[in-house]
Every structure is written in C-alpha cells, then in structure tokens.
C-alpha cells in the first residue's frame, strides 16, 4: 500500500498502537447509510478518514454491539500485520521524518 493513500499516517498508526484485544473503535450510528457518524476509541474521537481507510482496508472488522447499540470494531490478522509494519517504519525515521509526517501527514 503506497503511503500516500494512508491518511494522517502519525494519526492513523496511533489509532492503531491503541487497540488492543481489549480496545475496540466504536462506530455510532447516525446516519442513514450505515457508516455511522462518529467513530471513539477510548473515548477520543477517530477522524472519519481514518476509519472509513481502516474498514474498506479489511484492517478492522465487526466483532460486536455494546449493549447501546454502538458498533464494536477491532484489528483483523491484515489490520495486526499493517500495525507491526507501520510501527517497524516509524522506529526506522529520523526525528525530521517524524516531525514532517506529523505536520503535513
């Protein structure tokens, strides 16, 4: 996957060393196409294009409702391969890699 097309790529590899086995996004639905409206993890708000990139990836999937209805989705065996690569890549940048990343994505 060309890095270009990963949104946010600091943002989106923090969304990704956050969950766990334990630590699922919540998609809350609430809009009529089913995408839902707000997706959370850990109670801080994940970009839309951060998500909707992380689903139509196949790196996260459906494992559940909480009993509010929200949309438990955690990391696929792809989405645990595509954080372990993201974080060997980060590890591997200099301190003005990371910080260009991180301002302009």
């Known amino acids: 996957m060309h890095s270009n097309t990963i949104p946010q790529r600091a943002e989106t590899l923090q969304v990704l060393r956050l969950m766990g086995p334990f630590e699922h996004i919540l998609m809350l639905s609430g809009d009529d196409d089913g995408y839902g409206s707000r997706w959370t993890l850990s109670g ?27 949309i438990k989705l955690n990391l696929t065996e792809k989405g645990r391969e595509f954080r372990e690569k993201g974080l060997v890549w980060w590890g591997e940048l200099n301190f003005l890699e990371k910080l260009k990343i991180r301002l302009f994505g």
């Open 44 to 70: 801080q708000q994940v970009q839309p294009a951060i998500a909707s990139f992380l689903m139509e990836s196949g790196f996260i999937a459906e494992v559940g409702k909480t009993e509010f209805g929200a």
